[in-house]
């Protein structure tokens, strides 16, 4: 493995050791939900949430996309 891979591997173990991303993570694998949906389920803000989101998306933990208002 090159150094590079090694790096890659750490952002995203580091990504995942985050409480938060990690409910993030299982309420996405259950069914999938909606930055308001999380919202009320974790019980915190909106910008914390897509702060969280936009982590996971960076490292292609996740996806995401859009459904008129609604990001999914």
Do not use: W
Request: net charge positive; glycine share 4%.
């Amino acid at each position: 493995m090159t150094e590079k891979q090694f790096e890659k591997y750490a952002e995203i173990f580091k990504a995942l050791s985050n409480k938060t991303r990690l409910q993030i993570i299982s309420g996405v694998m259950k069914d999938e939900c909606s930055v308001s949906m999380m919202v009320e389920k974790l019980k915190i803000p909106q910008s914390t949430i897509s702060q969280h989101l936009r982590v996971l998306r960076n490292l292609k933990i996740i996806k995401g996309r859009r459904e008129g208002s609604k990001r999914c």
